[in-house]
């Protein structure tokens, strides 16, 4: 069977919608089982050998007059 994580991009959104929820109120068992719920179904299998690898851009380069000091 092949490795697996969670989508991180579904995590973090599953977080925002329920922290106001978790600090307010008490924390309830059935509650954090919805959370793990939802997580639990948002995995993604890793794959090591991808057919189409992701392209990866390089860094944009700044004119020195318009950089930041």
């Known amino acids: ?3 697996q ?3 991180r991009t579904n995590a973090i959104s599953a ?3 329920y922290l106001v929820n978790l600090l307010l109120k008490p924390i309830k068992e059935a509650f954090l089982n ?3 719920k939802l997580i639990e179904a948002s995995r993604v299998i ?3 050998f991808r057919i189409n690898p ?3 851009k390089p ?3 700044y004119y020195s007059s ?3 000091i």
Do not use: E, G, H, L
Request: glycine share 0%.
């Open 66 to 68: 318009y950089k930041s």
């Open 1 to 3: 069977m092949y490795d």
């Open 54 to 56: 992701r392209v990866k």
């Open 15 to 17: 977080t925002k919608d």
């Open 34 to 36: 919805t959370i793990d």
């Open 59 to 61: 860094k944009k380069q």
């Open 46 to 48: 890793i794959k090591k």
């Open 5 to 7: 994580q969670i989508n």
